[in-house]
């Protein structure tokens, strides 16, 4: 059953592959444009960041919110406009699972489409700013990576339940979307917020989507980010499928769409 | 009721949902602010079906169909009420009836839209721990005439055609029930002819349980040994068309010709008199008998081809939207 979710997610996202293949060109110069701006912006300064540092934990941002990055109108609108939901629900495997296992194998195939892209994007602007190449830290980055992809896919999953309670969520799932990219930390680095604010974001999940994988894959104190990240990471796993847990069952409790 | 061993059984089933809008309410400042207003969607509703039975589910809009249907597959829980499955409760042994349930609604695809219509199919088989899948897979595909299907995707496959592979993956896993909620909305008769003999020979093959809602009554004449009429969340009716046929009162008309002038008063009057004949029309070389109940025919015919010769023998029966119609007139009075 996993394989087979897996492997139809790969197949969508091969389906898919010009639409990935075009956003994919655009999220580059997105990664070029951002690279120079904040190099200016930290060479003009006397901040303590490193420019090197901070250009490359942006590209490592962006590489990690694609890695990331859920269904733009969520796991369940489609599903509940058409109807089609009461179909999922009456299939053996959860909602959870069979949301995850395609949306793993979505990235799955993302990954073998553009891998050679993202590996070259590494080599270009990552791995000449850290300090010193370590597999253990490509290693802990790929872990926590993992992780922040089951907090990034727990918490749309908790989110989109909202489908099932309102008739329109373009405006929450805009005012989301916009949250999750400023406080994940993927478009600058979480470090240059006031201090206040950097503890009120770590109340929430967002930053250990972004920002803490890319602080391993491109810190010298990787080791630091990932011990507390785990510990994190997984502590928001379980919440969010908790109150993903909870929502479900209730909306599934007053679903009445397929009507008379 | 039937009297035979039950398959599936359905006792006193009623779903009540609670009408509430609590915003509005403090809003308008209405008065009855925490009154919920109750609505009964299904009304102790009871039957039973035997396995390999196909039943009509029929009614009109808000009957409660749907409601009975998603209950039966186990989406919605009953506020009162017993579903009892090949022995199994849909709503504790949650993972056993979904593994022997098949859903197909008309409006709604399971099919994949962007993939091959085979990836669905594997998917699907994957999902019911299907054996040998790929054999499983050619086996329905050439029951349901899909075959030159399998590799074009969804998106490009015409209306009959997706249901024919909706169908096809709804039986693909030999489920024990399967529900069909409009399985023919929008097709041509054609494509409701191939459907109906599908849905037939499938049911054949697997000894599957099927209860079908539609609105077309087309399909349920064509395969439904029996119906359940639904009214306003109960139980109008249920048993055989025939048996609709006689308990609704619609009138049948049958007109019969003889060769030459046979139509004497005195067999004019004979009929007149059989319980359940409504009006006797004779002219010199027919007779026109309107009547109610298929077993009235049958006496009608007896007694005149007793004592003459029937040149021709015209027939017009109520269609079964008839006989639903004037079987809800008669529950409104």
Redesign the interface.
């Known amino acids: 059953?996993i394989?087979?979710?897996i492997?139809?997610g790969i197949?969508?996202s091969f389906?898919?592959r010009k639409a990935i293949f075009v956003r994919l060109l655009g999220e580059v110069a997105l990664i070029i444009s951002l690279y120079f701006l904040w190099t200016a912006v930290y060479k003009s300064s006397d901040n303590q960041m490193q420019a090197a540092g901070v250009a490359s934990y942006i590209v490592a941002a962006r590489i990690v919110s694609i890695f990331t990055q859920t269904p733009a109108w969520g796991f369940f609108f489609d599903a509940v406009k058409?109807?089609?939901v009461?179909?999922d629900?009456?299939?053996?495997?959860s909602l959870f699972k069979m949301h995850l296992y395609r949306w793993l194998g979505q990235k799955l195939g993302q990954l073998l489409l553009f891998g050679p892209m993202y590996v070259l994007i590494y080599c270009l602007f990552i791995l000449p700013n850290i300090p010193a190449f370590e597999w253990e830290q490509i290693i802990a980055g790929f872990i926590s990576m993992m992780l922040a992809m089951m907090c990034a896919f727990t918490f749309e999953l908790a989110f989109s339940t909202i489908t099932f309670f309102t008739n329109s969520i373009q405006g929450l799932n805009e005012a989301k979307a916009l949250l999750v990219t400023l406080a994940s930390g993927s478009l600058f680095p979480l470090d240059i917020l006031p201090r206040g604010l950097q503890i009120f974001l770590s109340l929430l999940p967002f930053k250990y989507i972004v920002y803490t994988p890319s602080k391993v894959l491109t810190s010298s104190d990787w080791l630091d980010y990932f011990t507390q990240g785990v510990y994190l990471q997984s502590a928001y796993i379980v919440i969010l499928y908790v109150v993903y847990s909870f929502i479900i069952r209730l909306a599934?409790?007053r679903?009445?769409s397929?009507?008379? | 009721m039937h009297k035979y061993n039950p398959w599936l059984k359905v006792r006193n089933l009623t779903k009540e949902?609670r009408d509430s809008n609590w915003t509005r309410k403090i809003l308008r400042r209405t008065p009855g602010l925490q009154e919920d207003r109750i609505v009964r969607a299904v009304d102790n509703v009871s039957f039973d079906i035997q396995q390999g039975e196909i039943v009509g589910y029929l009614g009109s809009?808000?009957?409660?169909?749907?409601t009975t249907?998603?209950m039966i597959?186990?989406?919605?829980?009953p506020t009162s009420g017993t579903i009892e499955i090949g022995g199994i409760n849909p709503f504790i042994d949650t993972?056993k009836h979904?593994?022997e349930?098949g859903?197909a609604?008309g409006?709604?695809?399971?099919l994949?839209w962007?993939?091959p219509v085979k990836?669905s199919m594997?998917?699907h088989a994957?999902?019911?721990?299907i054996k040998e899948q790929s054999k499983r897979v050619y086996e329905i595909a050439e029951l349901f005439e899909i075959h030159d299907l399998l590799k074009k995707?969804t998106r490009q496959l015409s209306l009959g055609q997706r249901m024919r592979c909706e169908l096809a993956l709804t039986f693909l896993h030999m489920p024990k029930l399967i529900l069909l909620?409009e399985p023919t909305i929008g097709l041509d008769f054609d494509s409701r002819d191939l459907i109906h003999k599908v849905i037939k020979r499938a049911v054949s093959e697997y000894n599957s349980t099927i209860l079908l809602s539609s609105h077309d009554l087309k399909d349920v004449e064509s395969v439904c040994s029996r119906i359940v009429l639904l009214r306003k969340g109960r139980v109008l009716f249920d048993g055989s068309i025939e048996e609709l046929s006689d308990k609704s009162g619609a009138v049948s008309t049958v007109v019969i010709g003889f060769p030459s002038d046979h139509t004497l008063p005195e067999m004019t009057r004979r009929i007149e008199e059989i319980p359940g004949v409504v009006s006797v029309v004779a002219k010199p070389d027919e007779v026109t008998v309107m009547y109610r109940g298929e077993r009235i025919f049958n006496r009608i015919l007896t007694m005149i081809s007793s004592s003459r010769p029937i040149l021709s023998l015209e027939r017009k029966e109520p269609s079964l939207e008839d006989l639903i119609r004037t079987s809800y007139q008669d529950a409104k009075q």
């Open positions: 059953m394989t087979a979710g492997r139809q197949l969508l389906a898919y058409k109807g089609t009461i179909l629900i009456t299939k053996p495997i599934l409790q679903y009445e397929a009507g008379g | 949902y809009n808000g009957a409660g169909k749907s249907i998603k597959a186990g989406i919605l829980t993972y979904k593994m349930l859903v609604f409006q709604r695809s399971k994949l962007d993939l990836e594997y998917y994957a999902l019911y721990n995707p909620d």
